[in-house]
């Protein structure tokens, strides 16, 4: 992942294939490149049930904090969650 001013650019490369994208992203704080094992990252996504989430995380080496960024979760009565992920070296 690296983030910048408004953009997350999301990169993966494997023996099957490779992946990029980039996605609009409202974000405070330094410019950050951090990387993740993408089945620990997805799985914690999979399980977030807003349409909005945070991803709060200070440095490459430290672990993401997400949590729900959905303003209508009290309204539906749906359930906090907060999810940890580490990071992975990268080279």
Do not use: H, Q, W
């Not at 490149?33 to 989430?53: E, H, Q, T």
């Not at 979760?73 to 749906?78: D, M, P, T």
């Amino acid at each position: 992942f690296e983030f910048t001013d408004g953009v997350l650019k999301v990169s993966s490369e494997s023996v099957s294939g490779s992946v990029y994208d980039e996605v609009k992203i409202e974000k405070s704080g330094e410019d950050l490149v951090i990387g993740f094992n993408c089945r620990n990252f997805l799985d914690a996504l999979k399980s977030c049930d807003s349409d909005m989430i945070n991803l709060g995380m200070s440095s490459p080496l430290m672990c993401v904090v997400i949590t729900s960024a959905d303003e209508k979760k009290e309204e539906e009565n749906k359930t906090d969650y907060l999810y940890v992920v580490c990071p992975v070296r990268m080279n």
